[in-house]
């Protein structure tokens, strides 16, 4: 089912929800962050959060501890934690950067967080309670343009890596200070921070365009994601990633919603329901968005007759 939510006139750049839906967090294109409450059919503004001095890049909610992680153009990161009066308070996070953060994301046990830059590097962030601060390790080559996206393996030790060199990347990170080496996956994946697990497309291939979205299967065994030259890919360690040039204008998000499908949505305003067949084809299902369209007993809006 389809619903609008309208916060006013300013574009929103980033936003997150918490672990069932009843609360938003977004940016209005500046250095703030507006938490909204869903009270019965209306949103309410909880909070704002302003300790970021320029403007927020990127924004992600830890589903479990009900934290939130915030980058900035200022080249910082918070972690917000919720009191008991309501109130979120900022926890500063020095990523060691020297230029914008682009995005963030928590990895699936909430232990840690990755942030792209411009910098040409990824920035893993862990909490080192001995010093009771977050402590920011890097991985940098061979990364050589900035990180526009990132997601995590289910795993909690893989993250995949998008950037404007039209390169996506597979790399390992794990932080043996806190954690244990996981099972063996299908990447097969080395136990070292930063260790390059896999690059798509292969050097010297430039197919495609600056990645706008990555994302994984929920079995962790497939990636993919999306470019600015309207295609969409998806790799696995068996093959070489399968490539679908679309007709439409390029998609900035992607996510799986099954073992084998995925939406991608983007500058077209409207999501579109993709599936890999089982030779390992990508085709595209069906256009999601609601319609409307004339009929002769009145206006079709959906499936439904006014």
Avoid at 53 to 73: Q, Y
Avoid at 80 to 97: A, N, Y
Avoid at 117 to 134: M, P, Q, T, V
Avoid at 247 to 270: E, N
Wanted: aromatic share 10%.
């Amino acid at each position: 089912m389809v619903e609008t939510h309208s916060f006013g006139v300013n574009p929103i750049t980033c936003h997150a929800w918490n672990h069932d839906r009843s609360r938003l967090a977004f940016s209005p294109n500046n250095n703030e962050v507006h938490v909204y409450r869903r009270v019965e059919l209306e949103w309410r503004l909880e909070d704002v959060l302003n300790q970021h001095d320029l403007r927020v890049t990127g924004i992600d909610w830890a589903t479990r501890t009900n934290r939130l992680v915030t980058c900035a153009v200022d080249r910082n990161a918070y972690v917000w934690t919720q009191g008991d009066d309501g109130r979120w308070r900022p926890t500063l996070v020095l990523l060691r950067i020297n230029r914008a953060a682009t995005c963030v994301r928590w990895s699936p046990l909430e232990n840690k967080f990755a942030v792209g830059s411009g910098a040409r590097l990824i920035s893993i962030c862990y909490f080192e309670s001995e010093n009771d601060w977050w402590v920011s390790k890097h991985i940098k080559k061979p990364i050589r343009s900035t990180v526009t996206a990132l997601d995590w393996h289910p795993n909690n030790a893989i993250i995949v890596a998008g950037s404007a060199d039209f390169k996506v990347r597979l790399f390992s990170a794990l932080i043996k200070d806190i954690e244990k080496a996981p099972e063996a996956n299908a990447w097969g994946g080395r136990s070292s921070l930063g260790a390059l697990i896999a690059e798509f497309p292969a050097p010297g291939n430039s197919l495609g365009g600056w990645v706008h979205a990555v994302s994984f299967s929920a079995d962790g065994n497939r990636v993919a994601w999306v470019s600015h030259d309207s295609s969409i890919f998806v790799a696995d360690p068996k093959r070489p990633p399968t490539r679908l040039k679309t007709q439409f204008l390029p998609y900035r998000a992607i996510t799986w919603v099954a073992p084998d499908k995925m939406v991608a949505a983007g500058h077209d305003c409207s999501p579109y329901l993709y599936k890999v067949t089982p030779d390992g084809q990508l085709v595209m299902v069906c256009k999601l968005d609601v319609y409307k369209k004339r009929e002769a007993g009145g206006l079709r809006y959906g499936n439904f007759i006014f």
